[in-house]
């Protein structure tokens, strides 16, 4: 099982970003699969996923501005990210698992950098 994010960038603040988590060894839907990060100093937190019946979670601080989706001919999910703010900096992993909703992943990807200059 392989997940690879990319997307991360140097952004102001404002501005939106997709990130992209491509997924090999299973077929997305298979597993919950979701978006965490991590800030510095900070401990991981859970952003957004998607459950394996299709329902879509999103941590109070994404609520109106990011938006999580899959597709499942390209085995990718994604994360659209609008409106930007510097408090968005972190690392973003893509993480996957039956039980990914109580927030135990299996299987995470290397991560991929957001910076949200002020």
């Known amino acids: 099982v392989q997940l690879v994010e990319s997307g991360g960038d140097l952004v102001q603040t404002g501005d939106s970003l997709t990130l992209s988590c491509e997924v090999s060894g299973f077929t997305v839907g298979e597993y919950a699969i979701g978006w965490f990060r991590q800030a510095p100093g900070e401990e991981r937190e859970g952003v957004s996923c998607?459950?394996?019946?299709?329902?879509?979670y999103y941590a109070d601080s994404a609520k109106g501005r990011f938006t999580i989706s899959t597709d499942v001919a390209k085995n990718t999910v994604y994360l659209q990210m609008n409106n930007l703010k510097p408090e968005d900096t972190a690392i973003y992993s893509c993480?996957?698992?039956?039980?990914?909703?109580?927030?135990?992943?299996?299987?995470w990807g290397q991560g991929t950098q957001v910076t949200v200059s002020s």
């Open positions: 993480g996957a698992g039956p039980l990914l909703v109580s927030g135990i992943a299996d299987y």
């Open positions: 998607i459950g394996n019946d299709g329902t879509k």
